[in-house]
């Protein structure tokens, strides 16, 4: 599966959007973009997948660039619950299912 | 959504003891399930892929014989951590991937995890 590489830390205003980006140059055409977060002391929690199209739903959307090479997640009215560390998973989807967690980015959201 | 529970959500053992934690899958069949651990301020490591009726798949690295895995049914695996030490302590996470789920955000659902501490 291909690497990822996520600033480690960022802050963002409470009912601002939040634009998380990650960088996976060596991905391949049949590898996704997951994206996970983790409240502190919880089981990770999905938030988005997408493959080449830009993707929505109710908890976000995710932009991947048109080379998929890097990808952003947006929050888009960050509050305080969204504090957490988020992952961006590049994976093939094989029969294996694994998820390999890298260490993430990890968002404070300020009042 | 699918839930996956945890059971104990923290322990507290004797260096030596052996503690099983259970995952469970409430509401739906998990065809497989996985086993993470995460040390403080660290990230998630996957340590086995149980599935149901077979043995498990360990990560390099990971001792089988002291991480005794059992996933006898659809809906429950155990992680057994035996003659703990102190240097198991950690956040133990299970997910399970329900049985002939779409991929996506039915992939796997993550339990709470379960905070041991070995003493």
């Known amino acids: 599966d291909a690497k990822t590489t996520q600033p480690p830390s960022m802050d963002c205003a409470e009912g601002r959007a939040a634009n998380l980006p990650c960088n996976h140059s060596t991905i391949s055409g049949n590898e996704y973009v997951y994206w996970y977060r983790q409240i502190h002391s919880q089981g990770p929690q999905y938030i988005i997948h997408g493959l080449k199209n830009n993707e929505t739903n109710e908890m976000a959307s995710l932009i991947i660039t048109e080379d998929r090479k890097s990808s952003t997640l947006i929050l888009p009215h960050a509050t305080l619950r969204d504090t957490a560390v988020y992952y961006c998973i590049v994976r093939w989807r094989s029969n294996d299912y694994k998820l390999s967690f890298g260490a993430g980015t990890t968002v404070t959201v300020r009042a | 959504g699918a839930v996956v529970s945890q059971h104990p959500s923290w322990v507290i053992c004797k260096s030596g003891t052996s503690v099983k934690i259970e995952c469970r899958s409430l509401?739906?069949?998990?065809?497989?399930m996985f086993w993470y651990r995460q040390f403080p301020k660290q990230s998630l490591m996957l340590m086995a892929t149980?599935?149901?009726?077979?043995?498990?798949?360990?990560e390099q690295g990971v001792e089988k014989d002291k991480f005794l895995i059992n996933h006898a049914s659809l809906t429950l695996s155990t992680l057994t951590v035996t003659s703990a030490h102190p240097e198991d302590s950690s956040f133990y996470i299970c997910?399970?991937?329900?049985?002939?789920?779409?991929?996506?955000?039915?992939?796997?659902?993550f339990g709470p995890g379960t905070r041991l501490t070995v003493t």
């Open positions: 997910s399970a991937r329900e049985r002939g789920g779409l991929a996506g955000p039915y992939e796997q659902y």
């Open positions: 509401d739906f069949q998990a065809t497989t």
């Open positions: 149980s599935n149901e009726g077979s043995k498990a798949t360990y």
